[in-house]
Structures are given as structure tokens and as C-alpha cells.
């Protein structure tokens, strides 16, 4: 299902610009080519970040980070959404050189960073920071103005 970038509150641009959409969460400003997304907080944000995610690494042909990029989005958002409220951003950028890396972001309004924790077997929640610490290059947290970001790193594919 396409974005609709009214709908979904899209902004899209390549290395440094205007951080209006960000204000509300505090993100800062980072070189490299950026799209960015501010979702409402509803639960098709889980589906719509998926699916702008996935549609962005196909303009920077980076489809073979599509499936685990798109997995851990999805936890994040899901956290976004079951913790904080108001609106979640989702950020990517792809970084200058010589770091070769893929960033994403995702903001929310709770200044209260993540806890990872181990889930029981029988727990159906409580992996997703795990899945994202097993999975990417790096992760972590920063606070912002009224809120945080937890962020995550993946190698580009061949620039190790």
C-alpha cells in the first residue's frame, strides 16, 4: 500500500534542512541524505512506518536492508506506541563517507529512556530492544527537547 505524504505527515530531504517537523521531539540535525516521517499516534503508524521505511531503502537501492530495517522499525514504533503518546517520528539517513552506515531513528514524546530486558518464554512482549541490540551494527538513546530518540546503525551492504 503506498504512503499517501499527506496522510502520513512525510518529509523528505537530502543532507541538511529544515528540522520543523522534529521540533515537537527535539531531533537533531545530521549530515547525509535523510527522509523523515512524523506519524500520528494511531496503530496503523506500525504499518505505515513499514511501509515508508521499505520504500525508501528502494530509492537509495538498499532493498537487501529492507526485511531486518523494517523488523526493528516496527519494534520501535510498537514501543513508541504502548509507552508514549503523541506523534512518533521515524528517521533514516543514509551517512556521508567513510561511515557507510544506515541510521534510523525513532522519536517519541516519553523522556524516559527504553529498559532492555530479558522476557520470559512465555511473555509475548519484551524482545524488541533485545532484537534490536542482536541485530544492529550499534543502538542506543539520547533525550530531546520534550522526549527521546532510540536510534540504531546497519552496515550498508558491501562497505564494511
Do not use: Y
Not at 2 to 18: A, E, Q, Y
Not at 31 to 51: I, L
Not at 70 to 92: F, K
Amino acid at each position: 500500500m503506498p504512503i499517501n505524504p499527506m496522510k502520513s505527515g512525510v518529509i523528505r530531504r537530502g543532507g541538511r534542512g529544515s528540522t520543523a517537523a522534529w521540533e515537537v521531539i527535539g531531533v537533531i540535525d545530521t549530515d547525509g541524505e535523510c527522509a523523515e516521517w512524523v506519524f500520528p499516534e494511531e496503530p496503523g503508524a506500525v504499518r505505515s512506518a513499514r511501509a515508508a521505511v521499505r520504500g525508501q531503502l528502494g530509492v537509495w537501492d538498499l532493498d537487501s536492508l529492507g526485511d531486518v530495517t523494517e523488523l526493528l522499525v516496527s519494534e520501535l514504533v510498537t514501543n513508541a506506541l504502548r509507552h508514549a503518546s503523541g506523534p512518533i517520528g521515524v528517521r533514516l539517513l543514509r551517512s556521508a563517507e567513510p561511515a557507510h552506515t544506515l541510521r534510523v531513528e525513532v522519536s517519541d514524546r516519553l523522556p524516559d529512556p527504553p529498559l532492555e530486558r530479558v522476557a520470559g518464554p512465555d511473555e509475548e512482549s519484551g524482545r524488541g530492544l533485545q532484537l534490536v541490540a542482536g541485530s544492529a551494527r550499534r543502538w542506543g538513546t539520547r533525550p530531546g527537547d520534550t522526549g527521546k530518540t532510540v536510534w540504531f546503525e546497519l552496515s550498508l551492504p558491501g562497505l564494511h
